[in-house]
């Protein structure tokens, strides 16, 4: 079955550095999404990427979907305390499967 | 106010008992999901619906049960056959339109702990 993995599942970051969290699917994915969750709260949806190659930014994120449509990656550049958090990629493919998130944490 | 509900936010059963989650949506989404989070861990498939009267299983199944006699509402049973069953339980639900849009929104969660 559909299997997403993603790495690293820890990140700590110096505030204004840069970080890359990466995900990757066992099978050719539909789309894919990036949420966050907060800690203590539920995830958020952030971006859906669906075209092979497809690259979207907001703000100090950006986005990119692999050309096979199995891979994604996430890039932050400027890191701020406000980017705490858990971020998670999830494919679809008839049903929505996340990975193990990559936890950040940033020291001021 | 549209959204997704569950509740309770916290729940506290016995080791034994069959324990039901709520979740509710108001968004008209066809889709809905419940989800497992054990701490320092990502979201794992337990269920989906993707119509009325349909569910599959998903990647964690055993021990859990569900139901989806209306579009609104997808019910999760935490059976005495799940064997660690305290842990973070998050519903969504999606659209899936012509545009292949699929975002999901959750519910706040359900932290339950069996004692």
């Known amino acids: 079955g559909q299997q997403v993995m993603q790495i690293p599942q820890y990140q700590h970051v110096q505030e204004g550095e840069d970080f890359t969290t990466y995900c990757n699917s066992s099978?050719?994915?539909?789309?894919i999404q990036w949420y966050k969750q907060r800690p203590g709260g539920h995830p958020v949806f952030l971006i859906q990427l669906v075209k092979s190659g497809e690259v979207k930014k907001q703000k100090r994120l950006t986005f990119q979907f692999g050309e096979a449509k199995k891979n994604s990656s996430l890039h932050i550049t400027a890191t701020q305390t406000t980017d705490v958090g858990t971020y998670f990629c999830?494919?679809?493919?008839?049903?929505?499967?996340f990975g193990a998130g990559t936890t950040v944490t940033v020291r001021a | 106010d549209g959204g997704i509900t569950q509740s309770p936010k916290y729940l506290f059963r016995k080791e034994g008992q069959n324990v039901t989650l709520s979740c509710e949506q108001n968004?008209?989404?066809?889709?809905m999901y419940w989800y497992r989070q054990d701490p320092g861990q990502g979201l794992r498939l337990i269920y989906y619906s993707q119509i009325v009267n349909d569910f599959q299983k998903g990647d964690i199944a055993e021990g859990y049960s569900v139901s989806r006699e209306k579009k609104e509402s997808f019910p999760l049973t935490v059976t005495s056959a799940q064997k660690n069953p305290t842990a973070f339980y998050l519903c969504?639900?999606?659209?899936?339109?012509?545009?292949?849009?699929?975002?999901?929104?959750f519910g706040q969660g359900t932290r339950l702990t069996v004692v």
């Open positions: 099978t050719t994915l539909s789309n």
């Open positions: 969504a639900s999606s659209i899936f339109d012509g545009d292949g849009n699929t975002e999901a929104f």
């Open positions: 968004l008209n989404h066809d889709a």
């Open positions: 999830a494919g679809y493919d008839y049903k929505l499967s």
